[in-house]
């Protein structure tokens, strides 16, 4: 059974960090994409950051380029989402998923495997 699970959320002050984390379990991964999610009151499940389980480019949507990060460790079946210079339109529920559809990486809906979520809420 296939198994994503977020940590890492949490409330922070405007210009803050915070990394999230995924675990995943339940089958090899190697030929998925993993991405992260958000969403917020509201507003349509919004595409974050996409990569390739076996590495490559990794792609972001605008508004988080050169703040957030996203990564894997391949050893420890997890992917991380550090993200920094938070503010508050970055406040959302984030939510990680893995598709093998890789010409789709950023629409939602085209992604197999859904973690719960984490709430990160960013204070101005």
């Known amino acids: 059974q296939v198994q994503l699970v977020e940590s890492g959320g949490g409330l922070v002050q405007a210009g803050g960090s915070l990394r999230l984390s995924c675990a995943a379990s339940?089958?090899?991964?190697?030929?998925?994409?993993m991405g992260w999610f958000r969403q917020a009151p509201g507003k349509e499940r919004e595409f974050v950051a996409a990569?390739?389980?076996?590495?490559?480019?990794?792609y972001y949507t605008d508004s988080v380029k050169g703040r957030f990060t996203i990564s894997r460790d391949n050893a420890k079946n997890t992917m991380y989402l550090q993200m920094n210079s938070l503010n508050p339109e970055d406040t959302a529920i984030y939510y990680c998923?893995?598709?093998?559809?890789?010409?789709?990486?950023?629409?939602?809906?085209?992604?197999?495997?859904w973690g719960q979520g984490t709430q990160v809420t960013v204070s101005s």
């Open positions: 990569i390739w389980w076996s590495g490559g480019v990794p």
């Open positions: 339940g089958r090899t991964f190697s030929s998925y994409y």
């Open positions: 998923a893995a598709t093998t559809s890789a010409y789709y990486y950023s629409d939602y809906r085209r992604y197999n495997y």
